[in-house]
């Protein structure tokens, strides 16, 4: 048994990694094919470009790592098909899940470095592709059409201990709309809170409408020594509208702990809106991993149901792009419903997982495969 799950399990690694790199060939041909006006004009460094798509891989690898699992287990018992080995292997008495051990334990190990690049690569290689994207290769007339583009739930640090939280921010506006600006001393204690409706960059300064800072006690926080509320105010705010987009927080340079940390220390700012997002991604980080092992459990009944041996790499090919758009797609609809507030975040995080396990587990039953 020992022999024939090694067979089953190199197999599967040697698809999974010709897999991903052919993922990580397309991306790199389509994206210089999309910026080639760009590279040649500004004549780009190979230097340049290595250190860019170099950074890139990690993050390619965690996003196809699933469809790549998938693909690797469905050809591999395709083949087995193929040459009626599953036939063999059946009538000597083994069951679904002892004829599949090796593609569940492949997609959990799969499952483990996912989400180990994810926290401790991931974050690093995003941040160094971002900026030598915005400092090298990015056309400049998308660099226009970014700095004009409407940003929903705005987060940022800001000088003098701030954070803020922005429902909506108009760059080509100037405006900014749901604000929430909490401010902290050097022990981390909140001292004043802004909330207003709206606000105008004056060419100056931002003026806030609709305005309420409430000062509170370091020592009970609980009571404000003092609420004010303006219809109009000019801020004592040194950020400008161009500093608002250069300083936004970017979530994917933040692994769980920091993220998890970030949403306790402003979970009680009242921007319910941006911390329901962000609480969304934080529970997103930690099932997203576990896709490998559920996309490949419910391919696997399909798998081992193939008649045919004519067409049937083709087969396997269809049926591992349909069940991974199917469930790339339900999750992007969970996920955009949890960050619309109509799911908690934990549920729009883990329901696409849930769904796509039980109805894997419902068909292994109903066929009688183990």
Not at 156 to 173: A, H, Q, S, V, W
């Amino acid at each position: 048994m020992r022999v024939l799950e090694r067979h089953i399990t190199i197999s599967i690694i040697k698809i999974f990694c010709l897999t991903v790199l052919v993922f990580c060939f397309l991306y790199i041909l389509i994206d210089i094919t999309s910026n080639l006006d760009e590279i040649i004009n500004r004549k780009l460094p190979l230097g340049i470009l290595l250190k860019y798509y170099l950074s890139f891989f990690p993050v390619i690898l965690v996003q196809t790592s699933s469809i790549a699992c998938l693909i690797g287990v469905l050809l591999t018992f395709s083949t087995l098909n193929n040459h009626n080995e599953i036939v063999a292997m059946r009538s000597s008495g083994l069951n679904f899940w002892q004829i599949t051990r090796p593609a569940i334990v492949f997609s959990l190990l799969a499952a483990a470095a996912v989400f180990f690049v994810n926290e401790r690569i991931v974050p690093g290689a995003a941040a160094t592709t971002e900026k030598i994207r915005d400092e090298n290769i990015i056309l400049q007339v998308d660099k226009m059409r970014k700095s004009t583009e409407v940003i929903r739930n705005l987060t940022f640090y800001g000088l003098k201990n701030r954070l803020y939280f922005i429902d909506r921010y108009n760059p080509r506006e100037q405006t900014l709309e749901g604000i929430t600006i909490i401010e902290h001393d050097q022990n981390q204690n909140i001292q004043q809170k802004i909330v207003a409706l709206k606000g105008v960059w004056t060419g100056i300064a931002w003026k806030f409408y609709q305005c309420q800072i409430t000062i509170f006690n370091p020592v009970n926080l609980t009571s404000p020594v003092k609420i004010k509320v303006y219809k109009e105010k000019l801020m004592d705010i040194k950020e400008t509208p161009e500093d608002f987009l250069k300083q936004r927080l970017n979530v994917s340079s933040m692994n769980i702990r920091q993220l998890n940390e970030y949403i306790a220390k402003f979970a009680s700012s009242g921007a319910h809106k941006a911390l329901q997002s962000l609480r969304v991604d934080m529970h997103q980080r930690i099932a997203f991993p576990v896709g490998n092992v559920v996309i490949v459990l419910a391919g696997l009944p399909f798998a081992l149901m193939f008649k045919s041996r004519k067409g049937a790499t083709f087969t396997a090919l269809g049926l591992a792009v349909s069940v991974g758009f199917l469930y790339y797609v339900v999750n992007a609809v969970s996920l955009a419903f949890g960050k619309g507030g109509f799911f908690p975040p934990i549920i729009a995080a883990w329901m696409t997982p849930v769904i796509f396990a039980a109805m894997a587990m419902t068909i292994i039953e109903t066929k009688s495969l183990n």
